[in-house]
């Protein structure tokens, strides 16, 4: 159920309707809408008519809801949710790109990354410093002198710092370094970190798992909304289908369709979805062109070179394309790039 107030309603009012709510053993979320607040309540207390409610002052309406995920839903807030990335916004008419290497290799290699994709107009960095590999002998990330290097080329560059959490234990020391905390396919179901990021102050970036639906995807952005965290991101990635002509399948109308259920920013991640770096551009204006806030894309120097995902990683050059090109289809449904 959630509880619109009335726009006139004090903070008085509201914490009196919590106090209620709290007494009938059920937790409140408190929602900023542009016009008027409104309070989720969690816990279930169908046996007590809505009507009950609508009496306390300064309530509008209580309104039951009927989706399984109630802060992420539309009927609950229905203006879209827009993520403040340090300077940035995301999920407001901008298109907000962020680019970078796969995995952080040295500080050159990630200063290097951070300045070409900065000028070409990025809004933020990604680069993985944990990265979670499918052999336990493959390149398992830098780590912390990764999340080092990452937090110096915020330092040359300005931009903010998007980098995968594998771990609540890592918590403290990722969030300590980043501005972003990016939840991976593989843990999208790993109820623990979903719960610890959702009780930090970062804005989540949380891919859909490569065998999710899409309510699993929209409950899992539940349990860290719930959890506190209002800064949840979701990112179209793509799922795995009988299809081997790409890495995975780019379920490009998901968007659309997220974007109808919740007014949380949806992006897209065509490096992975596709795995094939001359897809990677074309994917792009597709995700746009189908209503997607933001892109998030892998950008290597030299990309024979990369330590992981080269395959599908674009050159500056080709990343500077992109975003020209992009931002024309950006343009013709109004928004910017
Ligand atoms: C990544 O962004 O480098 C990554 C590992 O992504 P995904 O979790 O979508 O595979
Ligand atoms: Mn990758």
């Known amino acids: 159920m959630i509880i619109v107030m009335k726009p006139t309603a004090g903070q008085a009012e509201i914490d009196h309707v919590v106090e209620k709510v709290e007494a009938v053993g059920c937790k409140t979320t408190l929602l900023?809408?542009?016009?008027?607040?409104?309070?989720?309540?969690?816990?279930?207390?169908?046996?007590?008519?809505?009507?009950?409610?609508d009496t306390i002052p300064g309530?509008?309406?209580?309104?039951?809801?009927?989706?399984?995920?109630?802060?992420?839903?539309?009927?609950?807030?229905?203006?879209?949710?827009?993520?403040?990335?340090?300077?940035?916004?995301?999920?407001?008419?901008?298109?907000?790109?962020?680019?970078?290497?796969?995995?952080?290799?040295?500080?050159?290699?990630?200063?290097?990354?951070?300045?070409?994709?900065?000028?070409?107009?990025?809004?933020?960095?990604?680069?993985?410093?944990?990265?979670?590999?499918?052999?336990?002998?493959?390149?398992?990330?830098?780590?912390?002198?990764?999340?080092?290097?990452?937090?110096?080329?915020?330092?040359?560059t300005g931009l903010a710092i998007v980098t995968e959490i594998l771990s609540p234990e890592h918590i403290d020391l990722v969030s300590s370094y980043v501005d972003v905390l990016q939840i991976g396919t593989r843990n999208m179901a790993n109820f623990l970190l979903l719960e610890a990021v959702g009780k930090c102050n970062k804005p989540v970036i949380l891919k859909r798992g490569m065998s999710a639906t899409l309510d699993e995807f929209l409950l899992a952005g539940e349990y860290i909304l719930s959890h506190g965290n209002p800064n949840v991101i979701l990112c179209e990635r793509g799922i795995r289908t009988f299809e081997t002509h790409t890495r995975f399948t780019l379920s490009l109308s998901i968007v659309p369709h997220l974007k109808l259920l919740t007014h949380l920013p949806v992006i897209v991640d065509p490096s992975h979805g596709t795995g094939v770096r001359e897809l990677v551009a074309p994917m792009s204006r597709g995700a746009i062109a189908v209503g997607a806030d933001g892109l998030i894309l892998e950008v290597h120097k030299d990309p024979e070179k990369s330590f992981v995902d080269g395959p599908q990683a674009l050159t500056i050059e080709s990343f500077e394309k992109l975003m020209k090109e992009s931002g024309a289809v950006a343009e013709s449904i109004g928004r910017e790039i």
Not at 42 to 49: A, C, S, V
Not at 74 to 102: F, H, M, W, Y
């Open 32 to 53: 900023e809408g542009t016009n008027r607040k409104v309070i989720a309540v969690i816990g279930d207390k169908r046996d007590i008519p809505p009507e009950y409610w």
């Open 59 to 156: 309530v509008e309406k209580a309104v039951p809801i009927l989706t399984p995920y109630k802060l992420a839903s539309r009927e609950v807030k229905k203006s879209d949710t827009e993520i403040k990335i340090n300077d940035q916004v995301l999920g407001g008419k901008k298109i907000g790109v962020i680019a970078g290497p796969c995995a952080v290799e040295s500080q050159d290699q990630i200063n290097f990354i951070a300045e070409g994709v900065k000028k070409a107009g990025a809004i933020a960095l990604r680069g993985g410093a944990f990265k979670p590999r499918t052999s336990p002998y493959s390149f398992q990330g830098l780590k912390e002198e990764g999340l080092e290097y990452l937090a110096r080329a915020r330092e040359a």
